[in-house]
């Protein structure tokens, strides 16, 4: 519940940053940083490192994390565990809408400042990619490490998830198609979506109403 509670007031704090448009004036810093002074075309850093950072933001892309999704659920259901795949599609089907939601609410402008180096056709905040990639990759990795007895196992299967999803969240600023508080939004939101189907995957698995691991 503390987690719950400190990553929804993280999002808030952000979410009033942004909509008092205090968060300006280090976004565009963060973003100028990370160019070529004398070419704002380019980010810092060899041709091979921007390639992998088109990389790690299709690890948060739409495409890949329904493959994922899907693909997991699949497994769920030859495994008989259908209440638990139920709740996987639901913690990352509801949070797909809710990212819509946010981004229609909010309708924030992407970055002007440099050119982007990533299609973008929606709002700004929060980044769906980094909400996306939180909600998904935590949720799984929640799952496995609940079918694991070891300690040491249940703590990589997380810090994969968070390395990955912070990965996917830091290139999309690297590309330049979003503020650093937009990805902050979206790893808070995210990490929150994923703690909550966490919680209710628990009480409900105290009642008898989830499958038991084996």
Do not use: C
């Not at 996306?132 to 990589?156: C, E, F, H, P």
């Amino acid at each position: 519940m503390i987690g719950l509670a400190a990553t929804v007031w993280a999002f808030i704090a952000v979410t009033d940053e942004v909509v008092e448009g205090e968060s300006h004036a280090i976004d565009s810093r963060v973003l100028l940083a990370l160019r070529n002074a004398d070419n704002l075309a380019d980010p810092l850093g060899p041709s091979w490192l921007e390639e992998m950072g088109r990389d790690f933001t299709a690890l948060g892309g739409v495409g890949v994390l329904t493959l994922l999704t899907f693909s997991v659920a699949g497994y769920l259901w030859l495994a008989r565990k259908r209440r638990a795949m139920l709740l996987v599609l639901g913690a990352i089907g509801s949070g797909l809408l809710m990212s819509t939601l946010l981004k229609r609410v909010f309708d924030r402008t992407r970055p002007d400042l440099v050119p982007h180096d990533s299609l973008v056709y929606t709002a700004s905040f929060p980044s769906g990619h980094s909400m996306m990639a939180a909600i998904t990759y935590l949720t799984l990795a929640a799952l496995l490490a609940r079918v694991q007895s070891d300690r040491g196992t249940k703590i990589y299967f997380l810090v994969v998830a968070v390395i990955i999803s912070i990965g996917v969240g830091v290139s999309r600023v690297y590309l330049g198609v979003h503020w650093p508080s937009d990805v902050l939004a979206g790893w808070a939101v995210g990490a929150s979506w994923a703690l909550m189907f966490w919680l209710i995957a628990r009480w409900l698995q105290d009642r008898g109403q989830v499958e038991q691991e084996s």
